[in-house]
T-cell receptor, first 118, second 113 residues
């Protein structure tokens, strides 16, 4: 079974600065997706960024980028020019592409609470 | 606007009562999912459905039941057999079970006393 670990329960950053959130995962599969989701105080889960395992190029979405290290099974999220609206709980998630009962299932990490200071 | 709706936002029940949480989507998605979120933990999969009239157990299905009679609807019943039902419940959908992204509803906070 796959596991996803976020080792930073809480992080903080000053507005306009850069912060990196860490995520590691364990899998024996070679093809999968990785995601970062944001959950603000409203508790609505919002997709931030997606990475396909077969792609070597790191995904980027505006101020959000990832550092995907497949061999190390590491998937960190970098938020540049942090804004007050970035304050939220961030979840790393793994999506299996293998057949069987794991197919399509999202496995989530425990989450990292990000605080942005003005 | 296309999206996923969950109602109500807050739900209170007495112990021993069954309760049904609503999830509706107008995205024309085939696949739908139910997750449970507890404090300090990530989301855990309860049930999922790849297509109408079909559903599969997730990691924590005990004490829950679902139905998928219509494409747009995937209600979750929390039965009296669920030992710790108080939690935040999130419904999600994807275009199909192969679709990479899952889109989430706003969630329902269930409190059982």
């Amino acid at each position: 079974a796959q596991t996803v670990t976020q080792s930073q329960p809480e992080m903080s950053v000053q507005e306009a600065e850069t912060v990196t959130l860490s995520c590691t995962y364990d899998t024996s599969e070679s093809d999968y997706y990785l995601f970062w989701y944001k959950q603000p105080p409203s508790r609505q889960m919002i997709l931030v960024i997606r990475q396909e395992a077969y792609k070597q190029q790191n995904a980027t979405e505006n101020r959000f980028s990832v550092n995907f290290q497949k061999a190390a099974k590491s998937f960190s999220l970098k938020i540049s020019d942090s804004q007050l609206g970035d304050a939220a709980m961030y979840f790393c998630a793994y999506r299996s592409l293998a057949g069987g009962t794991s197919y399509g299932k999202l496995t989530f990490g425990q989450g990292t609470i990000l605080t942005v200071h003005p | 606007d296309g999206g996923i709706t969950q109602s109500p936002k807050y739900l209170f029940r007495k112990e021993g009562q069954n309760v049904t949480l609503s999830c509706e989507q107008n995205l024309n998605h085939d696949a739908m999912y139910w997750y449970r979120q507890d404090p300090g933990q990530g989301l855990r999969l309860i049930y999922y459905s790849q297509i109408v009239n079909d559903f599969q157990k997730g990691d924590i299905a005990e004490g829950y039941s679902v139905s998928r009679e219509k494409k747009e609807s995937f209600p979750l019943t929390v039965t009296s057999a669920q030992k710790n039902p108080t939690a935040f419940y999130l419904c999600a959908s994807s275009i199909d079970h192969a679709g990479p992204e899952q889109y989430f509803g706003p969630g329902t906070r269930l409190t059982v006393t």
